[in-house]
């Protein structure tokens, strides 16, 4: 008893937040346009001018929002609980469905809290404030209206429901990939306990350092622009491009996952006794879920349905499918034979790798992306994996770790004109600029090593505190006897 109320009295705390913004009170990044006063005549005071009614959002570009994020929704669940639920053994089945759905629900309820606001609202360049605490302000009870959000061009919108919405699933999804690190092995309570923490102290400011700026229309002049961008977060100030989450998603749950394998220890009888997948057919079922519902998580990124989504579609197919064939023919050739376990995994090492670079870079760029992701990705579960000594469990770091890094610098290199990239906005001038290699590749190697540092510090920090407060591990014998019985008091399976 002592243990949940200490888990609660934590939990309370968190929800509780409250207390003045970081640097200034400002409207958010989402804020509508408002015209200046009409200057009075010498004669006499002129009227007022009424102010310009806010920009309607495109009803496409709001359904497609609202589409992408039921299929990131599907992602999570069922699609991720699926796959990590088929390649843990039978009897931790329903304890990894269990996670990940909670996951799911508690991040989904902190982002309406607080999550949201200290992601994207202004305060420093590393956290947001509480202008949006609660989501107040979105909504106006007595005119019914409903707040603009930016998109990523000039004078186009979208309600900022649906852009909450959208990010919620990719809060939620990022901590629900930490657990696969530790599976089989982590008590329940500590899960949710260490996924709130983590949440807050990591997610959060790497969602605000990579993606929180002041929307295009702030750049109106270099004057302009220069004053909007030192709003924004720091790595975006520096010019990092994550399309969909290379950084902020994978790099950012699989190094906290790494630290997790690392201080809770292997499982029982690691390296002893037969741990493969209990369900291959899950995991096959999951990862084809986690595919197509990856189609929401990077063309959704575009915030609009236009040129942008369907460069990013199309990288998603394609760069996955390179993936798939090129992990499976280093298996092939490395084992002596291809397995339905390898090709679900280099699809899921294709999707990771591309999701920064995905709206970025050509489709030339995401097959030679996609390609090495297999084959890169394919070393990380197998000859890094032995190097580390870690279990992790359902290889999330070399997977998700590896596969981020690689998407995250290679972004870098194709997002050049040279190499068939788009360049990226001079939003002051309304043109296409060119990046050089060199340049943006040092930028994004920044990102990835904040991400690392910061969430690896971070993570290490919450499991001490959950450990030190209602411990991280189970009881071997639970381990033993598996954490569906000892945990739920379920059977996934009754033979």
């Known amino acids: 008893m002592k243990k949940f109320i200490a888990l609660f009295a934590l939990l309370a705390m968190l929800c509780g937040l409250s207390g003045a913004a970081f640097a200034e009170e400002a409207a958010p990044a989402a804020a509508t346009a408002v015209s200046a006063e009409a200057a009075p005549t010498a004669e006499a005071p002129a009227p007022e001018a009424a102010p310009a009614p806010a920009p309607v959002p495109n009803k496409g570009d709001t359904s497609f929002m609202l589409i992408t994020t039921v299929l990131v929704i599907m992602m999570s669940i069922p699609g991720l609980a699926l796959f990590y639920g088929g390649l843990v053994r039978s009897k931790n089945m329903l304890s990894m469905l269990m996670q990940v759905f909670s996951i799911f629900a508690l991040i989904t309820v902190l982002w309406a809290i607080y999550g ?5 609202t202004t305060g420093n360049a590393f956290i947001g404030g509480f202008d949006r605490l609660f989501l107040k302000g979105i909504f106006d009870p007595v005119s019914g ?3 603009n959000a930016a998109t990523f061009s000039k004078g186009v919108y979208i309600p900022e429901f649906a852009f909450v919405a959208f990010q919620a699933t990719f809060a939620a999804i990022t901590v629900a990939l930490v657990v696969g690190a530790f599976a089989e092995r982590m008590k329940f309570s500590a899960v949710l306990l260490f996924s709130a923490l983590w949440f807050t102290f990591a997610y959060l400011p790497i969602a605000h350092m990579v993606w929180f700026w002041a929307g295009p229309d702030a750049y109106t002049d270099a004057t302009a622009a220069e ?5 924004a977060g720091w790595l975006f100030q520096k010019g990092a491009l994550d399309f969909a989450g ?4 994978h790099i950012n749950a699989a190094i906290a996952g790494l630290v997790g ?3 809770i220890g292997k499982r029982v009888g690691y390296g002893k ?3 493969a997948p209990h369900n291959l057919v899950m ?3 999951g990862a084809s879920l986690l595919w197509v519902g990856w189609f929401g998580f990077n063309a959704g990124s575009a915030l609009e349905a236009g040129g942008t989504a369907t460069l990013a579609f199309a990288n998603t197919l394609i760069a996955t499918a390179a993936a798939v064939l090129t992990w499976m023919g280093a298996e092939w050739m490395l084992k002596g034979k291809p397995s339905l376990l390898g090709a679900a995994s280099g699809a899921v090492a294709g999707l990771v790798a591309i999701t920064p670079a995905c709206g970025w870079v050509g489709i030339g760029g995401g097959l030679v992306i996609g390609a090495l992701a297999g084959i890169v990705c394919f070393w990380g579960v197998t000859g890094l994996k032995k190097l580390l000594g870690a279990d992790d469990a359902l290889d999330v ?3 998700h770790g590896i596969g981020g890094i690689l998407g995250a610098l290679l972004t870098g290199v194709f997002n050049t004109w040279s190499m068939g990239g788009t360049g990226i906005i001079d939003y002051v001038n309304n043109t296409i600029v060119d990046t050089t290699i060199g340049g943006q590749v040092w930028i994004q190697a920044q990102a990835v090593l904040t991400t690392l540092i910061w969430s690896g510090v971070v993570a290490f920090v919450c499991y001490k505190i959950v450990d030190l407060t209602i411990g991280l591990r189970v009881k071997e014998e639970d381990e033993r006897e598996g954490l569906d019985t000892t945990g739920h008091g379920e059977r996934a399976y009754n033979l």
């Open 397 to 399: 770091f070399g997977i």
């Open 145 to 147: 209206a409903v707040a």
């Open 273 to 275: 006794e037969p741990m």
């Open 283 to 285: 995991t096959m079922i």
């Open 246 to 249: 290379g950084t902020v998603v």
């Open 261 to 263: 394998a690392f201080l």
């Open 116 to 120: 949201y606001s200290l992601a994207f």
């Open 227 to 231: 004053a909007a961008t030192a709003t």
